[in-house]
């Protein structure tokens, strides 16, 4: 009896020993932060699998700088799992040659530096994953051995608040714990009483409070002052092209000027349009600023947050209608939820790119910078389990029969070329090339073609689920790709029965007014603007007080 529980014990019996080498119990979780180079070596061993909270905003960036700082003779080759590669400690741990494996989701911050070190034969790559994708393998095939966390507030037995940046924690934490890994959390504080538990105790092994809070990055912060006549015209094509066209009512808006361009314009020429209440009142997206006057307007029924953003606490508390908050009235943010919101429960997802080919494959991977996509292709996708209806989803709807089933619109909108002059329409994605010198088994493509639905830019809009041919979609794809390569090469004749039989429209095919798109349509033409309209409940972060 004995040899055969000790045989199915492993991973329980070694947490023990790790535990009790450094005197913690259920009694005894908290430990000092002087005393992190002994935890970390203690309770992480060579070629353990650690998930390091890295996540797309709020970082363990305490853990993350001490785990590089460890003597590389005690860890070594430890495989990380980091969904968002955003530090330099991230990166610096295998330079420093402590871990040498990675599997991750997007590595904005740090792409550059990460392709270098990938092509020195530093850092082995896994697979570079979608959020939800990697999250989930946790529980399959990949669950850590230790990860290393991040929090508001712990009480002495554990408990955690981690506030309105929730993100990935309780996810990776319960994949940790209940396989008998070991959880360590930075706080940024011990408190008696916690606002609420968002993570019980008993899946916690360590407590440590930080010298300083963890970071937060205002991710999702766009400044209407840097929005422009090209981000406003694509924002009304967007408007009357897809989102009216369709009845598109619940959606995702994923970074950047032209979505926000999007958010700040249907106060305006939404309104003219007389489109609130009938589009866009359900959503899927952080608490973006720039929402601020859509939901002011009346416009916005609910929003579901992948995690918070900061100077919008107040905001959100204030607006419980509007956001998921607490008793506490803070956020309550999930970023596995809001994935699968955003893959399962909206309309449409609307995002952007830095390539796609004259397919409409996109990737934000290119030459020289490994950048991942996050959670673009788990929402950027038609998934094939959705069984509800809704008025945007059957508009697309094809087959017949038994076969009959409607299409979530994947949408791209981007500009012809971006900064510099650089065509963000080619005819090879680089990704092809990174992802070959990387060793990667399939090239790291974020949306796939016939996956996409529309491209909108400031030429036009292609309806590309109305091509009846693979030739017809390229043809469409042309079309609005202006004077980049993909463009150049379009035949005026094909480009005008595309727009007589519907697959191509351009402004004045959607009765755009192309002299309109300045701002002036925009209900915000600055951060104080945003402030003013929260009735002072907006609190900017202080790289954005331009006012």
């Avoid at 295998?94 to 740090?110: K, N, T, V, W, Y």
């Avoid at 509800?388 to 059957?394: D, I, K, V, Y």
Wanted: aromatic share 6%; charged share 25%; net charge negative.
């Amino acid at each position: 009896m004995a040899d055969t529980e000790t045989r199915w014990t492993t991973h329980r019996r070694e947490k023990k020993r790790r535990l009790d080498a450094l005197g913690l119990s259920e009694a005894t979780k908290i430990v000092d932060a002087d005393r992190i180079d002994t935890v970390l070596s203690t309770l992480i061993q060579p070629r353990d699998r650690v998930s390091l909270e890295g996540d797309n905003q709020k970082q363990a960036d305490f853990l993350a700088q001490s785990l590089a700082e460890v003597d590389p003779a005690l860890l070594h080759d430890l495989h990380l799992l980091i969904s968002s590669v955003s530090l330099s400690a991230h990166l610096d741990v295998f330079e420093r040659g402590i871990a040498s494996r990675l599997d991750l989701a997007f590595a904005g911050p740090q792409s550059l530096r990460l392709a270098q070190l990938v092509e020195d034969r530093v850092v082995t790559i896994g697979a570079i994953h979608t959020y939800v994708e990697l999250y989930a393998r946790m529980f399959v095939d990949l669950p850590p051995n230790v990860a290393l966390l991040c929090a508001e507030a712990a009480d002495e037995h554990g408990n955690l608040y981690t506030g309105p940046n929730t993100e990935d924690t309780p996810t990776i934490a319960e994949a940790t714990a209940f396989h008998d890994g070991i959880v360590i959390v930075q706080v940024n504080r011990i408190v008696e009483t916690l606002p609420r538990v968002d993570i019980p105790g008993d899946w916690v092994d360590a407590v440590i409070v930080s010298p300083r809070p963890y970071k937060l990055e205002p991710l999702f912060t766009r400044d209407p002052a840097k929005i422009g006549r090209v981000e406003i015209l694509k924002a009304m094509l967007a408007i009357r092209g897809v989102y009216e066209r369709h009845e598109v009512v619940s959606l995702n808006h994923g970074i950047g000027f032209d979505t926000a361009a999007i958010e700040l314009i249907l106060p305006t020429y939404g309104e003219e349009l007389g489109l609130r209440g009938r589009i866009a009142k359900n959503w899927v997206l952080n608490p973006h600023p720039t929402l601020i006057p859509a939901i002011e307007s009346g416009w916005v029924e609910s929003v579901h947050c992948f995690g918070g953003e900061p100077g919008m606490e107040r905001y959100v508390a204030a607006r419980p209608d509007v956001f998921f908050t607490g008793r506490d009235g803070s956020l309550r943010s999930n970023r596995v939820l809001a994935q699968l919101a955003g893959q399962y429960a909206i309309d449409m997802f609307i995002g952007s790119s830095l390539q796609i080919d004259g397919d409409g494959n996109s990737s934000t991977v290119t030459a020289g910078r490994l950048a991942g996509f996050g959670g673009a292709p788990n929402m950027g996708h038609d998934p094939h389990g959705r069984r509800h209806g809704t008025a945007a989803w059957l508009d697309l709807a094809s087959g017949e029969g038994a076969s009959r089933r409607g299409k979530k619109l994947v949408v791209q909108l981007v500009e012809t070329f971006k900064a510099g002059g650089t065509p963000t329409f080619v005819d090879r994605l680089d990704a092809i090339d990174v992802g070959a010198q990387a060793g990667m088994a399939l090239p790291p493509i974020m949306v796939y073609g016939d996956d996409v639905s529309h491209i909108v830019t400031e030429e036009g809009v292609a309806y590309l689920y109305k091509a009846d041919s693979l030739d017809e979609r390229r043809a469409a794809i042309a079309a609005v790709a202006g004077a980049t390569p993909i463009g150049l090469r379009h035949d005026t004749e094909v480009t005008e029965r595309l727009r007589r039989d519907g697959v191509v429209a351009f402004p004045e095919d959607l009765g755009v007014d192309v002299r309109r798109a300045d701002r002036t349509l925009l209900a915000a033409k600055s951060i104080g603007d945003l402030e003013a309209w929260s009735g002072g409940l907006y609190d900017p972060p202080a790289r954005f007080r331009n006012f």
